[in-house]
C-alpha cells in the first residue's frame, strides 16, 4: 500500500477540483479526519497496517464532494475502488475502506472497530474549542446546497444532532465528552436567542404558509388514511390515536389535550415563541380533523402505510421547518434526556415500541407491524422535508 502517493494524488484533486460552494468538506477536513483517525487509532492500540487502512478510508471518505453533495458516501467509494489498485491496493483492503466509508453516513452505523474509530474522527469537532467555527463554516455549506434555510433552523438541528450523538469509542468519549457537553449547552444559549429575536415579515409569511400546508397535510393523512382504516403512528399522534380508538373522543381534541403538557414544557426548555407556535398547530390541526370527513381512500394496507406515513411526514416536516411542532413526543425526549443517559433517539424509540406492543395487543399483530412501517415512512418524508433529499 502506498498510501503518501495515493494521499498526494486525492489532496491535488481535493484542492482543485471542489465546487465552490463547499465550506466544509474541503482539504483541510480531510486533512484533520487523517489526524484525528490516526491519534484515536494510536490510543486505541490499532496495528499499523491498520492504520494505513484507517487513513486511507479518511483519505477518501469525502471525496465524493467532488462530483456531488448527494450520496456522496457511494461516491466517495466508487473513487476508491476506480483508483487504490493503482496504488497497490487489494480487493479485500479496497472492500475494508469502503465500508468505513460507509459507516460514516448519518446516522452513522459502523461494523467493526476500524470502522467505529473513523466515524468518531469524522465528527470529533463536535467535542473541541473549534466546534462554532467549523460548524458556522459547516452552516455556510447547507444554506448554499438547501439543506437548511435559517439560522434558527440550523440552531435547532444542530441541537438535536448534538443531543442524540454519542462517539464510539472509549478514547473520544473521554477526552471529547466534557467539551461536547459545553458546547451543547452553549448551542442551547444561542438557540434561546434566537427563538426571542423577532422575525421579519418574509419570514413570518413562510412559516404561516409552511404551517398551513403542513396541518393540511398532516390532517389529510389522519382522516384520508389512518384514522377510516384504524392505523397508527409513533409519538404523541400515536397515542392519540390508540386513545381515539379505544375510547372513541373526539381525536382533534386527544391530540390538543395530550400536546399540551408537552407544550409548556417546551415553553420553559426550548423558548416562548415555540410553544406559541406549536399551540397554534396543534389546534389548527385540531379544527382540520373536525372539518375533514372520514373517507377512506383506500383499502390497501400496504398503500395505506406508505402514504399515510408520506403525508404525515409531509405535514410534520413543514411545520418543524416553520419552527414549530405538531407532536410534542421530542420536547418529552429532551425533558428525559437530561434525567438519563439515553439518546433522544432511544428514548423515543422506546415510548414508540410501547406504542405498537399495545397496538398488537388490542388490534392484532398485521396492524401494528402495518403501523410500524407508516411510522418509519413518516420518519423518512420528515428527514427528506427538513434536511433535504441527502438524508
Not at 60 to 65: E, K, V, W, Y
Not at 297 to 309: Q, W
Not at 330 to 345: D, G, P, Q
Not at 348 to 372: K, P, V
Request: glycine share 6%; net charge negative.
Amino acid at each position: 500500500m502506498h498510501f503518501d502517493k495515493v494521499y498526494d494524488f486525492m489532496m491535488g484533486k481535493l484542492q482543485k477540483g471542489l465546487p465552490s460552494y463547499i465550506a466544509y468538506h474541503d482539504e483541510e477536513h480531510t486533512r484533520q479526519v487523517i489526524a484525528n483517525a490516526e491519534e484515536l487509532a494510536i490510543a486505541e492500540n490499532i496495528s499499523a497496517e491498520e492504520i494505513i487502512l484507517l487513513k486511507t478510508a479518511a483519505l477518501f471518505h469525502d471525496t465524493g464532494f467532488l462530483q456531488h453533495h448527494q450520496d456522496h458516501e457511494e461516491l466517495s467509494c466508487k473513487l476508491a475502488r476506480k483508483y487504490l489498485p493503482d496504488y497497490n491496493y487489494s480487493p479485500d483492503q479496497i472492500d475494508r475502506i469502503c465500508r468505513m466509508i460507509m459507516a460514516t453516513r448519518l446516522a452513522q452505523s459502523p461494523t467493526d472497530r476500524l470502522g467505529e474509530i473513523l466515524c468518531d474522527a469524522d465528527l470529533y469537532y463536535l467535542g473541541t474549542a473549534d466546534y462554532a467555527k467549523r460548524a458556522a463554516k459547516l452552516f455556510q455549506e447547507f444554506k448554499k446546497t438547501g439543506i437548511v434555510q435559517t439560522e434558527k433552523e440550523w440552531l435547532l438541528r444542530q441541537m438535536e444532532f448534538l443531543s442524540s450523538h454519542k462517539y464510539f469509542t472509549h478514547t473520544a468519549n473521554e477526552t471529547l465528552g466534557p467539551q461536547k457537553k459545553a458546547n451543547l449547552q452553549v448551542l442551547q444559549g444561542r438557540l434561546d436567542s434566537s427563538l426571542k429575536h423577532p422575525a421579519n415579515p418574509l419570514e413570518w409569511l413562510q412559516d404561516i404558509i409552511l404551517t398551513i400546508l403542513g396541518v393540511l397535510f398532516a390532517g389529510a393523512s389522519l382522516k384520508l388514511f389512518l384514522v377510516p382504516n384504524h392505523f397508527f403512528d409513533g409519538g404523541i399522534t400515536g397515542i392519540s390515536l390508540l386513545v381515539h380508538e379505544i375510547y372513541h373522543f373526539n381525536l382533534g381534541l386527544v391530540i390538543l389535550v395530550l400536546n399540551l403538557p408537552l407544550i409548556i414544557a417546551g415553553y420553559f426548555m426550548v423558548g416562548k415563541r415555540f410553544a406559541f407556535r406549536t399551540l397554534i398547530c396543534v389546534m389548527l390541526l385540531g379544527i382540520c380533523l373536525m372539518l375533514l370527513p372520514n373517507y377512506a381512500v383506500t383499502a390497501d394496507k400496504l398503500l395505506i402505510s406508505i402514504f399515510g406515513g408520506v403525508f404525515l411526514g409531509i405535514g410534520v416536516g413543514l411545520i418543524m421547518r416553520a419552527g414549530a411542532a405538531v407532536d410534542g413526543i421530542e420536547v418529552l425526549a429532551l425533558y428525559t434526556l437530561k434525567r438519563t443517559s439515553f439518546t433522544i433517539t432511544e428514548i423515543i424509540l422506546g415510548i414508540n415500541i410501547i406504542i405498537f406492543i399495545i397496538a398488537a395487543f388490542n388490534f392484532g399483530i398485521e396492524t401494528a407491524l402495518y403501523s410500524i412501517l407508516t411510522y418509519f415512512t413518516a420518519t423518512r418524508s420528515i428527514d427528506y422535508i427538513v434536511e433535504g433529499l441527502q438524508a
